[in-house]
Structure formats: C-alpha cells, structure tokens
C-alpha cells in the first residue's frame, strides 16, 4: 500500500529519516466467508450468494486468531465475500479487539443499514471500508445490482455519522475511470474519512509502444489526479487519507510527481520512498482464505502456502522452502527484464509479482503492468 498523504506531509513538513521500523508481523487480511449477496465482476474470490462448503467455524477461527497474536500480527481486515453474512462476524470482531489487533472491516456496505448499524458502531472497528466502482449507474452496472449505489453510500453515511472512520475503496479500470472525480468529490462533500484507489491487478498487457498503452495512459491520469487532490487538501487543511494498492510503481511517479513541483524536496522525499521499500506481499501482508488456506497476499488465490488447519499461521508465514515465498522475501528480490535495470527499483522492489506470474509464467520476470517509461526508470 503506497500511502499518498503521508509523503504529501512530507513535502509540507519533512520530517528526518530516522531508522526504518518494520512491523512486527504482518497485516492479515482474512477472508471469513466466501458468500456474498453481490456478483461483482472484479471479485478476486469469485463468490456468489450461496454457502460455501469447508469454511472455518468460530472455534477454529478465535485458535487461529490466538496464534495471530502470538506472532505479533498488528492488523486483521475481516473480508469476505460479504463478512457481514457470518452470523458470528460481531462475535469475532469484539474477540480481536479484547486481544487488541487493530481490527477493519471491510464491507460491500449493502448490508449496513438501521437494523445493524449500533452493533457495527458497538464494536468498535478502527476502520470500515467501502467498495464503490462509481457513481450510480456505473457503480450499480459493476455489482449488477440495481440500487447498490445507494445502498452503499447509506451505510457510508450511518457510519459516518456514528463516528466510525469510513473509506471508500475504488478499483478503476477502463469501464469506470470517467467516475473517478466525482467519487473523489463525493468524498469531500459526504466528509468521507479515506479514500484507497486499487489497481486492477490485471494479469497484463503488452510491453510494447508504453506511452500510449491505454492502460497506462489512464493510470498516468488517474495518479495525477489522486496527487493534486491531495495536495490541494493538504493546503485546505483537509484532514482526508489518500492511498493506493496493487501498483508499487505509484511512489516511483510520484516522485517525478515531486520532481517537477517541489525539485527542492525530490532528495527527501526519495529517501523516504527507500525507506518505505514498496511491495511487501509475503513480507508485511499475508491473506488468510474461508477455508483456512494461507496465501502471499489477496491475489495469490492461485497459489496456497499451506493450511491453518495444518499447520499454525507462524510456521507457514516463515516458512522459505516454498520458492514464491523465498523469492518475496529475498532482500532484493531478483527479478528480470526492466525491473532488473530500474534505477528506481529500491522504491518499488519490482512490485507485486502477480501480474508478470499470471502473465508469463513466471513470477519474477518485468511487471507488465508497470505503466513508468524506459526514460523515468533510466533506460534512456
């Protein structure tokens, strides 16, 4: 996750280097139940509304959860499917909250209404984030689902209004980009707490011809953008978060971002972008499925590192002998193509690995769906 506001506060207000903290376990995003009451047509877990065989019960759930905390996991994201569709989801939330994770909540929001909405608040989530792939129609014709939209932007509000830090999460692709300024503005008048802008973690286009690559070119716009708003709020003195996911090549364009508009602060900003060290799937973010199986982060679905029922989550999550896993964790990791000539490579750490796997076959070759040119990354 490249967190755009707090390199903007940087810029404002440089801060020394000071030693890099790394987390003391990784985030755990875990996914508790497949079932969901949505079809939506960028599901990574590919769920409907129907029960799922196989899923882990509460008891087995609250063990697992036990040796979370033993291993010093900081944050568990409740996901689904639809994770308010477990009858046991308040259950599980306040349990890791007594053991003190910091716990999010991350919801399609169709479900949050007047019925549930002061068990959600009692509970207490540090954070409840919202999908949203547009604005009505567009929103709607993504979860094909008629009144979606409203549905959602409901519980956003009775989240709001209950004191709940609520985000909007966002994943453009080509069917929605045009909606991606008025959610950004829907965000700012609803007084929306954070907005994540995902990528879609398509498994690639082309190398060729780059810089018009319509992909590309869309995100280019998409990130400047993101980063102007952001700024401008910085200066308003709008207290809002900005981040995205599943393109680490966003902190390198945002140091050209930097580069051209505050040349003074470019070194600073560099250093911090080092510090951070970009993609941390199978390091700081691991993904737990409904049915135990452990995986490098959300988008490795395809490729299972073992079984909570098997084994416990520590001695999987360091375990080296898988080779994906020892290739993620490899300190630089080693890959090939572009990224293996990238000037700025120490900043993105060749990204998510997925795409160029999904692609290509083999997951350390170039990322596909880095959209920088061979000039911003020192080819030419």
């Known amino acids: 996750m490249f967190r755009i506001s707090q390199y903007m506060e940087e810029i404002a207000h440089p801060t020394p280097l000071g030693p890099k903290r790394n987390p003391p376990g990784p985030v755990v995003i875990w996914n508790l139940i497949r079932r969901c009451n949505l079809t939506c047509k960028h599901c990574y877990s590919i769920s409907a509304d129907k029960d799922f065989p196989g899923e882990l019960p509460t008891a087995e759930i609250y063990g697992v959860m036990d040796d979370l905390k033993r291993f010093r996991v900081p944050v568990l994201i409740l996901s689904g499917g639809e994770p308010l569709l477990r009858p046991d989801i308040f259950d599980i939330a306040s349990r890791a909250k007594g053991l003190g994770f910091y716990v999010g909540l991350s919801s399609n929001g169709t479900l949050i209404d ?33 009144g979606a939209f409203e549905k959602s932007l409901h519980g956003i509000r009775l989240c709001r209004d209950l004191g709940l830090k609520v985000g909007v999460r966002f994943t453009m692709t080509q069917d929605n980009a045009h909606d991606l300024p008025g959610l950004l503005k829907l965000v700012e008048d609803e ?40 700024w401008e709020y910085q200066q308003r003195g709008l207290n809002k978060e900005f981040t995205t996911g599943n393109n680490d090549a966003d902190g390198v364009y945002f140091l050209h971002w930097v580069e051209k508009r505050f040349p003074d602060k470019a070194a600073h900003v560099r250093a911090k972008l080092v510090q951070w060290g970009g993609n941390s799937s199978g390091v700081n973010v691991a993904n737990i499925d409904n049915l135990g199986n452990v995986h490098p982060d959300t988008m490795w679905w395809h490729h299972t590192l073992g079984n ?34 990238c000037i700025h490579f120490d900043i993105c750490d060749g990204n998510t690995r997925v795409r160029a796997q999904q692609l290509t076959g083999d997951p350390w070759a170039e990322d596909p769906g880095c959209y920088l040119t061979d000039e911003e990354i020192g080819l030419k």
Not at 208 to 213: H, I, L, P, V, Y
Not at 311 to 323: A, G, K, L, Q
């Open 191 to 230: 007084g929306i707490d954070r907005f994540y802008f995902s990528h879609l973690n398509y498994a690639g286009r082309g190398n060729k011809n780059r810089k018009d690559d319509a992909h590309h070119q869309m995100t280019r716009r998409a990130m400047d953008l993101l980063f102007d708003t952001c």
């Open 114 to 146: 007047e019925s549930n909405i002061r068990r959600i608040a009692e509970t207490d989530f540090n954070y409840v984030g919202i999908s949203l792939d547009g604005i009505r129609e567009t929103h709607d014709k993504f979860r094909r689902m008629k």
């Open 308 to 341: 909570v029922r098997e084994r416990p989550f520590p001695e999987i999550w360091t375990d080296v002998s898988d080779p994906i896993m020892a290739g993620l964790k490899a300190k630089p990791r080693k890959v090939g193509g572009r990224c293996s000539v």
